[in-house]
Nanobody
Framework: VQLVESGGGLVQPGGSLRLSCAAS????????MSWYRQAPGKERELVAD????????TYADSVKGRFTISRVNAKSTVYLQMNSLKPEDTAVYYC???????WGQGTQVTVSS
């Protein structure tokens, strides 16, 4: 049972990145999934959440209108499309099986000129 994130990197302010989280070892389509982030010296915070079917999504106020969470259950993968990135979006981004202790290893996103 694991989650593996990918897609992080260094991007200039205003740029875009798409994060992916590949799940394995459990029935992916049965679970809500979430993206969290943790910046240096700060607590981990919820960024976005998606229902098991993908029909319901929620976002932190700080990313509304810029980030989009989605999933493809046939691929057991959840995505986070991040547009109009800001320096304050710099963090390690983690995928989480919602409400459980199953986390990915994280992927670093750095927004800097």
């Amino acid at each position: 049972v694991q989650l593996v994130e990918s897609g992080g990197g260094l991007v200039q302010p205003g740029g875009s990145l798409r994060l992916s989280c590949a799940a394995s070892g459990f029935t992916f389509s049965s679970y809500r999934m979430s993206w969290y982030r943790q910046a240096p010296g700060k607590e981990r915070e919820l960024v976005a959440d998606i229902s098991s079917t993908g029909g319901i999504t929620t976002y932190a106020d700080s990313v509304k209108g810029r980030f989009t969470i989605s999933r493809v259950n046939a691929k057991s993968t959840v995505y986070l499309q991040m547009n109009s990135l800001k320096p304050e979006d710099t963090a390690v981004y983690y995928c989480n099986r919602r409400g459980t202790r199953l986390w990915g290893q994280g992927t670093q996103v750095t927004v800097s000129s």
